[in-house]
């Protein structure tokens, strides 16, 4: 059965930080394209960051570039999101989701995650 289960998500203040992970199982984790979405309340979830199988590709969303870095570890089969110089903006839930093709569309990508709550107050 395969799981991607996110963690690290809470309350901080604007320009604060947070790391999430997002750790998988029951899948060849370094065959996966691995990404992290988010979604606001009320807004369609949107892209964030994408790592290529090997950790070496990366591309983020225009509104993150900068302050958030991806990375993963294929030994721990976790992919991580650092997220540096938070804004209220960045308010969301954050979701990890894995395909075997690259991609930054959601509906790309059919594993998901439960998500983890961000919350950035001014």
């Known amino acids: 059965q395969v799981q991607l289960v996110e963690s690290g998500g809470g309350s901080v203040q604007a320009g604060g930080s947070l790391r999430l992970s997002c750790a998988a199982s029951g899948l060849t984790f370094r065959s996966y394209v691995m990404d992290w979405f988010r979604q606001a309340p009320g807004k369609e979830r949107e892209f964030v960051a994408v790592?290529?199988?090997?950790?070496?590709?990366?591309n983020y969303a225009d509104s993150v570039k900068g302050r958030f870095t991806i990375s993963r570890d294929n030994a721990k089969n976790t992919v991580y999101l650092q997220m540096n110089t938070l804004k209220p903006e960045d308010t969301a839930v954050y979701y990890c989701a894995a395909s075997t093709r690259w991609g930054i569309r959601p509906e790309g990508f059919g594993l998901w995650g439960q998500g983890t709550q961000v919350t950035v107050s001014s």
């Open positions: 790592i290529d199988w090997s950790g070496g590709t990366t």
